[in-house]
């Protein structure tokens, strides 16, 4: 276990790979969403949207197999069943002549895509722990956001001299890739004293075990609410700058704007939180988080339509902003108090956020037709309950600080 050691560049980047395929099958394809509709003969783009959450759907079911297999039989074989998983989905989803295949193909892709996302941060927690974790986390994804950045130009460009298939060909490209790299630069993290023989009960045991964690649990729920509103953004983010502004070829540049911002609060976070620690940052820009959509709703509650472009962005470059200093370290707390159970801990919380945070994207992005005020009432509402819960956090943490 590694506190204060510096760490490899590499290491770094690999992790942040592992992750990024999953940012790559989501926000590659968002410039496609309607030459595939056309394709599969799905012209309305609210059914479209469940091509972006329900990939979410497999990725909370997947990491409920996946953490516990890791913790009995060793962190990378998970990883290569993973991206085995994830070929099939990508090859149901080229197939696919409907919607309804579509999507089971993308639930597939999601399922696979859970190893890696899974093992990255299992292993992370098998090397690190605590703020110096969450410093780890932020460098990680720091790289990770380079990909929502780059992955919507890229599927337009794929669009325009290709078609949308080639999209799926370069995901798998680059998974295979990535699958070299674990296994010929990463050495197995979990040591063989920390195994946990693989049994019907051992989900159940690792539950009864994380339960007992009150900040685990806590914190599990306000990454799924925060998830939940983050990826109504992803889903429905086309509708509104396509369809709702008419902004077609500049939508992939705007995505990437946005996530730009993301990425720089991530790196900035990376920095701050061995000063200020994990706690202070993720509090503070929750509380931004939920203000600044509160004010935008409070705006234009009444409006018809959205307001001009510039002001939306600037809600939106400040709502995103933000997120850099929540993901990482909400995670991150999480994780902390359950290293001894780290792949199981990490299945279920990702699970747990994942399948609140797919029904509150769903049940929001249906309002979505002709404003985005929808977006902003979700995230005024899921970041004030957040925002209740982490004070209820604070609270117990504090009293556990003072008993120990």
């Known amino acids: 276990m590694q506190e204060n050691q510096s760490v490899k560049l590499e290491f770094i980047c690999l992790m942040a790979s ?12 968002l410039p496609a969403m309607t030459s595939i509709g056309i394709s599969i003969n799905s012209l309305d783009s609210n059914n479209n ?7 979410f759907l497999g990725l909370g079911f ?31 989803c080229v197939l696919s002549h409907s919607l309804e295949v579509m999507v089971l193909g993308r639930i597939l892709q999601g399922i696979g895509l ?3 996302r899974t093992i990255a941060i299992a292993v992370i927690r098998d090397m690190y722990k605590g703020d110096y974790m969450a410093k780890i986390m932020s460098f990680v994804t720091t790289f990770f956001i380079l990909v929502p950045v ?10 325009n001299h290709y078609d949308w298939k080639g999209i799926f060909y370069v995901q798998l490209i680059m998974a295979f890739l990535v ?4 296994w010929k630069r990463q050495p197995e993290t979990l040591k063989p004293e920390y195994k946990i023989k693989f049994s019907r009960h051992v989900f159940l045991d690792g539950l009864r075990e994380l339960i007992k964690h009150k900040e685990t649990m806590g914190f599990t729920v306000i990454s799924g609410f925060i998830s939940g509103a983050f990826i109504v953004y992803l889903s429905a983010s086309q509708v509104i700058f396509e369809t709702q502004y008419g902004l077609i070829e500049e939508f992939p540049y705007i995505f990437a704007g946005l996530a730009a911002g993301v990425g720089l609060s991530t790196f900035l976070n990376g920095s701050f939180v061995m000063r200020l620690g994990m706690w202070r940052l993720s509090y503070f820009a929750i509380i931004v988080f939920s203000v600044n959509a509160l004010l935008y709703v409070s705006l234009f509650w009444n409006a018809t339509t959205n307001p ?23 995670r991150a707390i999480a994780m902390e108090p359950i290293g001894h159970i780290a792949g199981i801990g990490a299945a279920i919380t990702g699970f747990v956020s994942t399948i609140m945070a797919v029904p509150i994207a769903n049940f929001i992005g249906s309002f979505i037709h002709d404003t985005a005020l929808p977006l902003f009432i979700g995230f005024t509402v899921f970041g004030s309950l957040s925002f209740l819960i982490f004070i209820r956090m604070r609270v117990i943490h504090k009293r556990e600080e003072i008993q120990a």
């Open 49 to 55: 949207q469940l091509l972006i959450t329900m990939i």
């Open 179 to 182: 699958s070299i790299w674990f």
């Open 150 to 159: 780059i992955a919507p130009v890229m599927g337009k460009f794929i669009l």
């Open 18 to 29: 592992l992750m990024s395929i999953v940012a790559l099958a989501i926000d590659a394809i």
């Open 114 to 116: 859970a190893a890696p």
């Open 62 to 92: 997947g990491q409920l197999l996946f953490g516990p297999l890791s913790d009995s039989f060793g962190r990378k074989p998970i990883v290569y069943i993973g991206f085995s998983i994830f070929t099939i989905g990508s090859i149901v």
């Open 308 to 330: 001009s472009l510039a002001i939306i962005l600037v809600f939106m470059a400040i709502q995103f902003f933000t997120i850099g200093f929540i993901f990482g370290n909400l």
